[in-house]
């Protein structure tokens, strides 16, 4: 019984990749989470992509038109700071984000982050992420895929849809999902746990 569980993962592991719904978040460099909280940022817990981790801390995140309070703060701190909303949070913010993968934010526009003890103004930094899919070698290679390909990805879902413009990123660090933002999510009826399926 036990070796046909294993078998059974094994063969799902090769045909699905489970999704995750991301909601919007904020990375900081260690500088700004100084100013902002007065010290590093602390664990609350930790996320499915190994040594990433939810902090205790949380921001408001400030546009031209609207706010966003208690925003969740991801670390552990990066070298540049990330805003990362979905496009109908943009609406709220008055802010029109790019569609990027996470560290591209050249050219994109800044926004306001308030903490417990300061705030920090970003010139630049807020993106709505592109759909992606995190992946090791070993899991690429049972994909048939490779790092920095576009791929679709059908969804396993309430209401499946067929998502175009799907990255693939591969590193040994990472765990293997599929990353959705709120508004994809909520379009194909994302529940925890779902799965997703790479088209050729």
């Known amino acids: 019984m036990e ?36 010290h590093r940022l602390t664990p609350k817990r930790p ?3 190994p040594g990433q981790f939810l902090a205790e801390q949380r921001v408001t995140v400030v546009g031209p038109k609207g706010e966003f309070r208690d925003v969740a703060v991801l670390g552990p ?10 496009l109908t949070d943009g609406r709220t913010l008055g802010i029109q984000p ?23 103004e970003l010139e630049t930094g807020v993106i ?3 759909r992606h899919i995190h992946l090791t070698p070993e899991a690429a290679k049972g994909f048939g895929v490779s ?14 849809v ?6 693939v990123r591969v590193s040994p660090d990472f765990a293997p999902y599929a990353h959705l933002d709120y508004d994809e999510a909520n379009a194909c009826g994302f529940q925890k746990g779902d799965l997703g399926r790479i088209l050729p």
């Open 3 to 38: 070796n046909a569980e294993k078998l059974a993962d094994l063969v799902a592991s090769r045909l699905f990749v489970e999704l995750e719904a991301s909601g919007r978040h904020v990375h900081v460099t260690r500088e700004q989470a100084m100013v902002l909280f007065g």
């Open 47 to 49: 996320l499915s992509q």
């Open 77 to 86: 701190e990066r070298k540049e700071a990330q805003v990362e909303i979905s």
């Open 98 to 120: 790019p569609i990027r993968l996470s560290g591209d934010t050249k050219g994109s526009p800044g926004a306001t982050l308030i903490g417990s003890c300061g705030r920090v």
């Open 128 to 130: 709505a992420a592109q």
């Open 147 to 160: 790092h920095g390909q576009q791929v679709k990805l059908k969804t396993l879902t309430e209401r499946s």
């Open 162 to 167: 067929i998502f175009e413009n799907v990255a």
